[in-house]
């Protein structure tokens, strides 16, 4: 019986997955083993974007190794649909204060057009009963931009 390889999906495909999602896992050079964490991310088109908490292991594994994969997904709950794209590259800081406020803002927006729990803020160093302004007007994350991309591989199940 033959292999069967699943489908690569066109530039186009993965752009719009990665437009739609908001969620994914970044796997960093662990200490022993790769060490994964979930984030929140915003997609301007050219840059993915994350918001990172100032402590915590994804922090120090980022300073000893900016190189990461990324991964976003998406699947139907029967698993009949799905889809996914990983992405290999450098997380790089963003210092600029104008660039900083933009991507924070677009944080902001996610959050309210996409409805999500104030639970999320927790996740981003704020307590969920905080204004959504907060997260512009705060500096209390870091953000990083994935740059330096080698590979992107998107598949998808078989039916597209």
């Not at 390889?5 to 719009?16: F, G, I, T, V, W």
């Not at 190189?67 to 699947?75: D, I, K, L, M």
Request: aromatic fraction near 10%; proline fraction near 5%; charged fraction near 35%.
């Amino acid at each position: 019986m033959a292999l069967f390889k699943l489908p690569r999906m066109e530039k186009s495909a993965y752009d719009r997955l990665i437009k739609e999602s908001h969620l994914c896992r970044i796997a960093f050079k662990g200490d022993s083993h790769p060490y994964m964490a979930p984030f929140i991310y915003v997609f301007d088109g050219r840059h993915m974007y994350f918001l990172s908490t100032r402590y915590g292991k994804k922090l120090r594994y980022f300073q000893q190794d900016p190189r990461v994969s990324v991964e976003v997904e998406q699947y139907a709950p029967d698993l009949s649909r799905f889809s996914f794209v990983a992405l290999r590259g450098e997380l790089a800081e963003v210092e600029d204060p104008a660039e900083g406020r933009r991507i924070r803002e677009m944080f902001v927006d996610l959050i309210r057009e996409r409805e999500l729990s104030r639970n999320i803020l927790s996740a981003l160093g704020h307590h969920p009963d905080d204004p959504l302004e907060r997260l512009v007007e705060e500096d209390r994350n870091l953000i990083w931009k994935l740059v330096k991309v080698e590979e992107i591989v998107g598949l998808q199940d078989g039916k597209a």
